[in-house]
Protein backbone atom coordinates (compact mmCIF):
# COMPACT_ATOMS: atom_id res chain seq x y z
CA UNK A 1 0.00 0.00 0.00
CA UNK A 2 2.52 2.21 0.90
CA UNK A 3 4.58 1.09 -2.13
CA UNK A 4 1.72 2.30 -4.14
CA UNK A 5 1.29 5.69 -2.93
CA UNK A 6 5.01 6.48 -3.21
CA UNK A 7 4.61 5.34 -6.74
CA UNK A 8 1.92 7.48 -7.24
CA UNK A 9 3.65 10.53 -5.62
CA UNK A 10 6.49 9.79 -7.74
CA UNK A 11 5.02 9.88 -10.78
CA UNK A 12 2.85 12.91 -10.66
CA UNK A 13 5.96 15.01 -11.08
CA UNK A 14 8.89 16.57 -9.37
CA UNK A 15 7.16 19.96 -8.62
CA UNK A 16 4.29 17.69 -6.75
CA UNK A 17 6.78 15.70 -4.75
CA UNK A 18 8.54 19.25 -4.32
CA UNK A 19 5.73 20.64 -2.50
CA UNK A 20 4.95 17.64 -0.24
CA UNK A 21 8.24 17.76 1.12
CA UNK A 22 8.29 20.79 1.72
CA UNK A 23 4.13 20.98 3.04
CA UNK A 24 6.05 17.63 5.40
CA UNK A 25 9.03 20.11 6.34
CA UNK A 26 7.10 22.45 7.82
CA UNK A 27 4.16 20.72 9.13
CA UNK A 28 7.64 18.82 11.16
CA UNK A 29 8.62 21.87 11.55
CA UNK A 30 5.66 23.67 13.21
CA UNK A 31 5.28 20.11 15.59
CA UNK A 32 8.56 20.12 16.69
CA UNK A 33 8.62 23.32 17.69
CA UNK A 34 5.12 23.22 19.60
CA UNK A 35 6.55 20.49 21.90
CA UNK A 36 9.69 22.15 22.67
CA UNK A 37 7.77 25.40 23.88
CA UNK A 38 5.66 22.79 25.72
CA UNK A 39 8.56 21.20 27.35
CA UNK A 40 9.91 24.06 27.90
CA UNK A 41 7.29 25.30 29.89
CA UNK A 42 7.85 21.88 31.96
CA UNK A 43 10.78 22.10 32.61
CA UNK A 44 10.28 25.53 33.95
CA UNK A 45 7.65 24.25 36.35
CA UNK A 46 10.71 21.50 37.44
CA UNK A 47 13.51 23.62 36.98
CA UNK A 48 15.15 21.66 35.20
CA UNK A 49 18.67 21.59 33.79
CA UNK A 50 18.44 22.02 29.90
CA UNK A 51 22.15 21.70 29.11
CA UNK A 52 21.61 18.53 27.42
CA UNK A 53 19.37 20.02 24.98
CA UNK A 54 22.10 21.90 23.38
CA UNK A 55 24.20 18.95 23.04
CA UNK A 56 21.66 17.11 21.07
CA UNK A 57 20.87 20.05 18.86
CA UNK A 58 24.81 20.72 17.70
CA UNK A 59 24.52 16.61 16.98
CA UNK A 60 21.79 16.52 14.99
CA UNK A 61 23.06 19.83 12.91
CA UNK A 62 25.92 17.67 12.29
CA UNK A 63 23.70 15.14 11.26
CA UNK A 64 21.96 17.25 8.91
CA UNK A 65 25.34 19.21 7.59
CA UNK A 66 26.81 15.40 7.08
CA UNK A 67 23.45 14.27 5.29
CA UNK A 68 24.05 17.83 3.35
CA UNK A 69 27.68 17.26 2.34
CA UNK A 70 26.70 14.09 0.64
CA UNK A 71 24.09 14.58 -0.98
CA UNK A 72 25.66 17.50 -3.22
CA UNK A 73 28.69 15.65 -3.35
CA UNK A 74 26.71 12.95 -5.16
CA UNK A 75 24.65 15.09 -7.00
CA UNK A 76 27.72 16.62 -8.57
CA UNK A 77 29.80 13.95 -9.92
CA UNK A 78 26.85 12.66 -11.08
CA UNK A 79 26.57 16.15 -13.13
CA UNK A 80 30.22 15.37 -13.98
CA UNK A 81 29.44 12.51 -15.39
CA UNK A 82 26.25 13.61 -17.51
CA UNK A 83 28.49 16.90 -18.48
CA UNK A 84 31.47 14.74 -19.86
CA UNK A 85 29.07 12.18 -21.75
CA UNK A 86 27.35 15.52 -23.04
CA UNK A 87 31.31 16.58 -24.08
CA UNK A 88 32.31 13.09 -25.59
CA UNK A 89 28.71 12.87 -27.95
CA UNK A 90 29.48 16.57 -29.20
CA UNK A 91 33.07 15.88 -29.70
CA UNK A 92 32.20 12.51 -31.57
CA UNK A 93 29.46 14.14 -33.74
CA UNK A 94 31.60 16.95 -34.71
CA UNK A 95 34.56 14.71 -35.86
CA UNK A 96 32.26 12.61 -37.95
CA UNK A 97 30.94 15.35 -39.29
CA UNK A 98 34.34 16.83 -40.63
CA UNK A 99 35.44 13.64 -41.97
CA UNK A 100 32.84 13.33 -43.89
CA UNK A 101 33.39 16.80 -45.13
CA UNK A 102 36.55 15.71 -46.06
CA UNK A 103 35.82 12.66 -48.12
CA UNK A 104 34.23 14.63 -50.97
CA UNK A 105 30.36 14.79 -52.69
CA UNK A 106 29.72 11.43 -51.56
CA UNK A 107 29.98 12.79 -47.93
CA UNK A 108 28.32 15.93 -48.31
CA UNK A 109 24.88 14.45 -48.26
CA UNK A 110 25.65 12.49 -44.96
CA UNK A 111 27.32 15.75 -43.37
CA UNK A 112 23.89 16.89 -43.66
CA UNK A 113 22.38 14.32 -42.13
CA UNK A 114 25.47 14.19 -39.25
CA UNK A 115 23.56 18.09 -38.57
CA UNK A 116 20.43 17.30 -38.55
CA UNK A 117 21.07 14.30 -36.04
CA UNK A 118 22.72 17.18 -34.09
CA UNK A 119 20.01 18.97 -34.13
CA UNK A 120 17.61 16.31 -33.15
CA UNK A 121 19.81 15.31 -30.01
CA UNK A 122 19.89 18.76 -29.04
CA UNK A 123 16.30 18.92 -28.91
CA UNK A 124 16.52 15.56 -27.36
CA UNK A 125 18.65 17.03 -24.12
CA UNK A 126 16.05 20.33 -24.17
CA UNK A 127 12.77 18.52 -24.35
CA UNK A 128 10.70 18.52 -21.41
CA UNK A 129 7.74 16.50 -21.84
CA UNK A 130 8.08 12.38 -21.99
CA UNK A 131 6.56 12.28 -25.53
CA UNK A 132 8.70 14.94 -27.07
CA UNK A 133 11.65 12.65 -25.52
CA UNK A 134 10.49 9.70 -26.96
CA UNK A 135 9.94 10.85 -30.58
CA UNK A 136 13.41 12.37 -30.27
CA UNK A 137 14.93 9.32 -29.20
CA UNK A 138 12.74 7.49 -32.48
CA UNK A 139 14.12 9.92 -34.31
CA UNK A 140 17.81 9.90 -33.79
CA UNK A 141 17.85 6.17 -33.91
CA UNK A 142 16.33 6.13 -37.75
CA UNK A 143 19.08 8.87 -38.12
CA UNK A 144 21.89 6.90 -36.79
CA UNK A 145 20.07 3.55 -38.92
CA UNK A 146 20.24 5.98 -42.25
CA UNK A 147 24.14 7.48 -41.39
CA UNK A 148 25.42 4.25 -40.95
CA UNK A 149 23.71 2.64 -43.85
CA UNK A 150 25.18 5.58 -46.52
CA UNK A 151 28.39 5.85 -44.70
CA UNK A 152 29.62 2.16 -45.29
CA UNK A 153 29.93 2.44 -48.81
CA UNK A 154 31.77 6.01 -48.88
CA UNK A 155 34.18 4.39 -46.11
CA UNK A 156 34.51 2.13 -47.93
Known amino acids: M???????IIA????FFGLLVLILLALMTEISFQIGRL?????RL?????SGV???TSGIL???AFTLAVTIGIAQSRFEARRQAILNEANAIGSAWLRMGSAGPPGKPIAGLIEQYAHVRLAYLEAAKPKAVAAALVETN????DIWRRASPVLA
Open 2 to 8: ITRLLQQ
Open 12 to 15: SGLG
Open 39 to 43: QGRAA
Open 46 to 50: HKKDA
Open 54 to 56: STL
Open 62 to 64: GLV
Open 142 to 145: ALQT
